[in-house]
């Protein structure tokens, strides 16, 4: 194997680590906050740091491996597009950190009837779906499973447009929920931030194994 | 000093030799195929060619615009030097040479019988992978094309070579030891001299086999520029095995894999986004 396949295939484990990374993070800040589990709370925010390390790890490696392989063609949108899934990637371990903030500053657990009016198990289902997807499409090059992508953070958009009438309603007839209708509102802000990063991801894929340019463009 | 044929440079360059003049059959017919002639500079179609039984060259047709740089890639013996080399005729005295097909400058085949072959290569000039100065004055080493046209007024030779110096990036370098010996010079100045060598005559195409593979990475990077600075008066075609100065300098590239073309097409287009996996693999280093 020459050289640049086998640093090509480092960056791709590098890749396919962050991946799991951040993928557990968001595991473990939906179920912080949805069973008031201020212990893995901590635990994420400690696992932060792991993110943001190997984020610059990732980001140095591939640097140098521009400039000391001067890659073109697919190695070349190989190493652009790593650069762009890794920034997304951290943006997706800030959601998970900031939702393990809000877990602390929630004072009791969720109602569950409020978890269920919200859709809370579909969107964080559908964001389980879409992570698998995008491991799937990065690690096999699979480009009909990164295109599935788009249709879901569809549903995650649907869900999270909905939430607000169904706050302003309820809020309105249990006034001693209301922190917990913010923070349920915030936290799904930031699901539904989570679900355009996974878009962006997709996109990134997409140009490295088929040289397209899906950015503003219409998803079919 | 400042030249005086800078502004001359970086304004329309006249040609006062085209191909017309150089084939002794001129027809009407030149008038009306002009647009062809304007839209590409160099055109070969189904081009075979034989070393006896050897086939170098496999059906190749392709189309070069005027004042363009179009790059050749491949792994060696791959024939794109061979290919090269049919634009001026190089290989007609290597024995058994054998060609097909038709390879035409601004309209007209160069491989008819009328050609006048040191017509031909006074346009198609050519300048070679080891800088080969004359063992002569870095004047009279530019001169030297001039004087073998029989071109004998001094002063002409005088502005011509200024004005191929100053075109070769050399002018500032040497315009006081012009008499010195050109063996004096560096490696990377002598092939700027051959350069300048091949504009004193005047040429429209440009052929370079590898002109920087001798080079330090300073000298390629100025003969690089040069290239870019040349690219628009004359077409240019360069055959090189480095891969990022064919992506760095030309506006096509020409992938050959075993007498064949597997692929030609615009340069940023290669390199991102080639059509074939053969030529994919090549360019990133996995075969050749």
């Known amino acids: 194997m020459i050289n640049i396949e086998e640093q090509r295939i480092i960056l791709s484990k590098n890749g396919e680590e962050m991946l799991s990374l951040v993928h557990n993070q968001v595991q473990l800040a939906y179920e912080a906050f949805t069973s008031f589990d201020t212990d893995l709370a901590e635990e994420i925010i400690l696992k932060e740091n792991r993110v943001n390390a190997l984020d610059v790890r990732i980001e140095k490696d591939t640097d140098h491996f521009i400039a000391l392989y001067s890659p073109v063609a697919t190695d070349l949108r190989f190493a652009l597009a790593l650069l762009k899934i890794n920034y997304n990637l951290e943006r997706i371990g800030d959601q998970a950190f900031d939702i393990a903030n809000h877990t602390i500053d929630l004072n009791q657990k969720l109602v569950p009837e409020l978890v269920e009016r919200l859709q809370f198990n579909l969107m964080f289902e559908t964001l389980e779906s879409m992570f698998k997807d995008v491991e799937n499409a990065f690690i096999n090059e699979n480009l009909k499973v990164a295109r599935k992508v788009f249709k879901k953070d569809k549903i995650i958009n649907s869900i999270n447009a909905n939430a607000f009438e169904i706050v302003a309603e309820d809020a309105v007839k249990n006034p001693e929920l209301i922190r917990q209708y913010l923070m349920a509102l915030m936290v799904m802000k930031k699901f539904e931030k989570i679900g355009d990063l996974l878009k962006n991801i997709s996109e990134s894929i997409i140009y490295f194994i088929d040289a397209e340019i899906l950015k503003h463009k219409k998803k079919k | ?288």
Request: contains cysteine; charged residues 30%.
């Open chain 2, 1 to 288: 000093m400042e030249s005086r044929f800078i502004s001359e440079i970086n304004g329309k360059k006249n040609y006062s030799n085209t191909m017309s003049d150089m084939m002794s059959e001129k027809t009407e017919d030149a008038k009306t195929e002009a647009p062809i002639a304007e839209k590409y500079k160099l055109q070969t179609k189904d081009v075979n060619v034989f070393y006896g039984d050897f086939q170098a060259i496999k059906d190749i047709s392709m189309n070069i615009k005027p004042k363009s740089i179009t790059a050749f890639i491949g792994p060696s013996g791959c024939g794109k030097s061979t290919f090269l080399r049919l634009f001026n005729r190089m290989n007609d005295y290597i024995e058994d040479f054998k060609m097909e097909g038709k390879i035409k400058i601004d309209d007209k085949n160069i491989y008819k019988d009328k050609i006048q072959l040191e017509q031909l290569r006074k346009e198609v000039g050519m300048v070679f992978q080891k800088p080969n100065p004359f063992p002569k004055s870095i004047f009279e080493n530019v001169a030297y094309g001039l004087k073998i046209q029989g071109i004998k007024d001094k002063k002409l030779i005088a502005d011509r070579v200024e004005k191929a110096l100053v075109q070769a990036d050399l002018w500032n370098e040497v315009k006081d030891n012009l008499s010195k010996s050109a063996l004096t010079l560096s490696g990377g100045q002598q092939q700027r001299l051959c350069i300048a060598r091949t504009l004193a005559v005047e040429p429209s195409i440009i052929l370079m086999d590898e002109p920087t593979s001798a080079l330090d990475p300073i000298s390629t990077a100025k003969i690089e520029e040069l290239i870019h600075h040349l690219k628009q008066y004359y077409t240019i075609i360069i055959v090189t095995h480095n891969m990022q100065q064919a992506a760095r300098i030309s506006d096509y590239t020409a992938f050959f894999y075993m007498g064949e073309l597997i692929e030609f097409d615009k340069t940023k287009k290669i390199f991102t986004n080639p059509e074939k996996k053969r030529t994919e693999n090549y360019i990133t280093g996995r075969f050749g």
